[in-house]
């Protein structure tokens, strides 16, 4: 099954990589039409998240082709990729930056409140949490805005309706989005507990001494030692889920 997006997440690179695999496989796509063959090859044919409301298609559904279908050429093409590369890119980007901002809360210093010199420096961890939570949004808005946006720039690319709606349709459909969704959700409780360690840790401040170990500070009160271990647990098995997530998506 095609994926385009799985080929353009690196996200253990850290860097912004091209749409390489989606350009070549957007060449295979002009050349179904060209032949007036199917829309989509059974070969390429994505498989369809029905019930994600970003792959329904104003195009008409795959079938037999007919000889009256519209020819796409090598011009047009080009426009169309370009159009969907602005797009893809720009996802490309701001995920880069949403997986840079979650791994400075998966530094071990962070679950160590030793780490911490002050409760300023607590504050302004929490800014950087606030931020962290801004770009997951931001991320989340653009995955939920997908569709409109391709919807634009292709359109914006000229063609052939039925083309541009069948091409958006192809990239669509090539999104894994049950594993964006799953990513999405683990990040927002991801936030949420880091948020309620930093507010303990404001809280509770001074009330936990260094034993040598990073893993295991002591806390005069069995009460705040079992929050604070709680919370840590938690931490440690959604940030490995989250890490799961980024790496079905890049493979």
């Known amino acids: 099954m095609l994926n385009p ?12 990589v091209g749409v390489t ?19 989509l090859s059974p070969v390429l044919r994505p498989k369809v998240n029905s019930d994600n409301p970003a792959s329904r298609s ?5 079938g037999t082709s007919s000889p009256a279908e ?5 011009q047009e093409l080009e426009r169309l990729k370009k159009a969907a590369d602005k797009v893809l890119n720009r996802i490309q980007s701001e995920e880069n ?10 530094k071990p210093g962070r679950l160590n409140p030793n780490a911490y010199g002050s409760r300023a420096e607590v504050e302004q961890w929490q800014g950087i949490l606030q931020q962290l939570k801004e770009k ?36 669509i459909d090539g999104f894994p989005w049950d594993t964006i969704e ?11 507990e880091q948020a ?3 507010l303990f840790y404001d809280k509770n401040w001074g009330s936990w001494t260094s034993t040598g170990d990073p893993n295991k500070p002591e806390f005069t009160s069995a009460s705040a030692a079992n929050i604070y271990k709680r919370l840590r647990d938690k931490i440690l098995n959604t940030s490995e889920e989250i890490e799961k997530e980024y790496k079905e998506m890049s493979e």
């Open 70 to 74: 519209p020819q796409i050429n090598p």
């Open 97 to 106: 930056d949403l997986y840079l901002r979650i791994s400075y809360f998966e």
């Open 196 to 198: 309620k360690l930093l």
């Open 5 to 16: 997006m799985r080929s353009k997440l690196h996200f253990r690179k850290k860097r912004s």
């Open 21 to 39: 695999q989606l350009v070549a496989a957007l060449a295979s796509f002009g050349a179904i039409f060209a032949q007036a063959q199917q829309a």
């Open 136 to 171: 997951h949004d931001l991320v989340a808005q653009l995955y939920a805005d997908v569709a409109k946006d391709l919807d634009a720039e292709l359109r914006n690319a000229g063609g052939n309706e039925e083309i541009v709606a069948r091409f958006r349709k192809f990239i």
């Open 58 to 62: 104003s195009g008409k559904p795959s």
């Open 182 to 192: 799953k990513k999405k959700n683990l990040i927002a409780a991801f936030i949420d």
